[in-house]
C-alpha cells in the first residue's frame, strides 16, 4: 500500500505496551482501527487517544485464547470497515520461574496466549483475506525465537512454536501474492508487560538495558504494513544475539544463563502472583513500562555479554573461513 489512510487495521493487545504504541502509530497514519484486548477501561483509553489523531476506532473486549472472540473480532471489524487490510497478532504474555515449581496451568496459559492466541487470530482473519484476495498478518514475535532464556521454558516453547507456525503459513500461501505474513522480532521492550507477566522466581522482575522504546516496534509494523517483509528485528541486540547464537550457541547460551543467575541472586525479593496469566491486572496502561531509568546493572552486564558474543562468534567465524 502506498498509504494507510483508510485501510483497516486489528490490533489484539491493544491496551497497553507495544499494542498501545501500534495503535497510536496507525491512527497517525489515518488507518480505520479494530482494537482488542481483555481490559475495557483501558482499551476505551487507547481508543479515545487514537480518535484525538482522527482515526475511526472500534474497541472491541476480547480474550485471544478464545476463538469465538477473535471471530466476533474479526466480523465486527469487516461489517464496520468493509474489509480487513492488515491483522497483528501481538497479545502475548510470559512468566518466570524455575520450570518444575510452576504450576502446569501457567505454562498452559502462556501456550495458549502467545501461540493459540495468535492462531485463533490468524484463524479468524484468513478467511476474510483468501476472499479479498489480500491482506497482511503481522505477528508480534520476539528474539526469543532464537534464543531460549532460562526460567522462561513455556514463554520460549511459544515463541519458538510462533515463528514455525508462520513460516509454514508463508509457505502455504505461496500461491496468494497479495496475502503477505509478516513477522516482527522485538530485542529487549521497555513496557509494562514485566508488571503483568506471572512471577515464580520471588525475585524483582526488571528488564536490562539496552532498552527499546515500544515506539520503534510500532513503527516497525506500520512498516511492514506499507512494504510487507518476511520479518524485521527491533533493537540492535536482537540480529546480534541471533548472530551469536548461530556461530557460538555453547558460548552464547553460557553468557545468557549465567547473567541471569548472577541478577536473581541480587535481586530485590517480590512476591509469587500469577501476573495476568488468567485474568487481567489494573496496572501497567501506557505504552512504556518506565524501565528505562531504572535497569539493572548485572542485566545490562549479560546483554552486554550476549553482544560481545556476537562479535567474538562472528570474528572466530571468519578466521576459520
Known amino acids: 500500500m502506498r498509504s494507510l489512510r483508510n485501510s483497516t487495521v486489528v ?39 487514537c480518535r484525538s489523531h482522527g482515526a475511526d476506532v472500534i ?43 510452576v504450576p502446569m496451568a501457567s505454562h498452559r496459559q502462556v501456550i495458549e496466549t502467545n501461540l493459540f492466541g495468535s492462531m485463533n487470530g490468524t484463524h479468524a482473519v484468513l478467511p476474510y483475506f483468501l ?21 522462561a521454558a513455556a514463554y520460549a516453547a511459544s515463541k519458538f512454536g ?22 516482527v522480532f522485538p530485542a529487549v521492550i521497555d513496557t509494562p508487560g514485566y508488571q503483568h507477566g506471572g512471577n515464580y522466581m520471588g525475585k524483582e522482575l526488571k528488564p536490562g ?27 540492535a541486540l536482537a540480529p546480534l544475539t541471533k548472530l551469536a547464537h548461530t556461530l557460538a550457541p555453547a558460548l552464547t547460551e553460557e553468557v545468557m544463563a549465567r547473567g541471569l543467575r548472577r541478577y536473581f541472586r541480587r535481586a530485590a525479593p517480590s512476591p509469587y502472583t500469577h501476573g ?27 546483554l552486554a555479554g550476549l553482544a560481545a558474543a556476537g562479535v567474538i562468534a562472528a570474528g572466530v567465524f571468519a578466521a576459520r573461513r
Open 11 to 49: 490490533i489484539t493487545g491493544a491496551s497497553s505496551g507495544i499494542g498501545r504504541a501500534t495503535a497510536v502509530a496507525f491512527a497517525r497514519q489515518g488507518a480505520n482501527l479494530a482494537l482488542a484486548a481483555r481490559r475495557d477501561e483501558a482499551l476505551d483509553e487507547v481508543a479515545a487517544e
Open 59 to 101: 474497541a472491541i473486549p476480547s480474550d485471544v485464547t478464545e476463538l469465538d472472540d477473535m471471530r466476533l473480532l474479526a466480523e465486527e471489524a469487516a461489517e464496520r470497515f468493509g474489509e480487513i487490510d492488515v491483522w497483528i497478532n501481538n497479545a502475548g504474555i510470559g512468566l518466570v520461574g524455575p520450570f518444575a515449581d
Open 131 to 151: 476472499e479479498q484476495g489480500h491482506g497482511t498478518l503481522i505477528t508480534n514475535i520476539s528474539f526469543g525465537a532464537w534464543i531460549a532464556p532460562p526460567f
Open 162 to 183: 510462533l515463528e514455525g507456525f508462520t513460516q509454514s503459513l508463508r509457505l502455504e500461501l505461496e500461491e496468494w501474492p497479495d496475502i503477505h505474513v509478516c513477522n
Open 209 to 235: 538495558s539496552p532498552l527499546v522504546p515500544p515506539e520503534r516496534v510500532a513503527d516497525a509494523m506500520v512498516g511492514l504494513a506499507l512494504r510487507p517483509r518476511r520479518g524485521v528485528s527491533v533493537g
Open 276 to 302: 495476568s496469566l488468567f485474568r487481567p491486572v489494573p496496572q501497567g496502561t501506557g505504552a512504556s513500562g518506565g524501565y528505562r531509568q531504572q535497569t539493572s546493572g548485572s542485566q545490562s552486564l549479560m
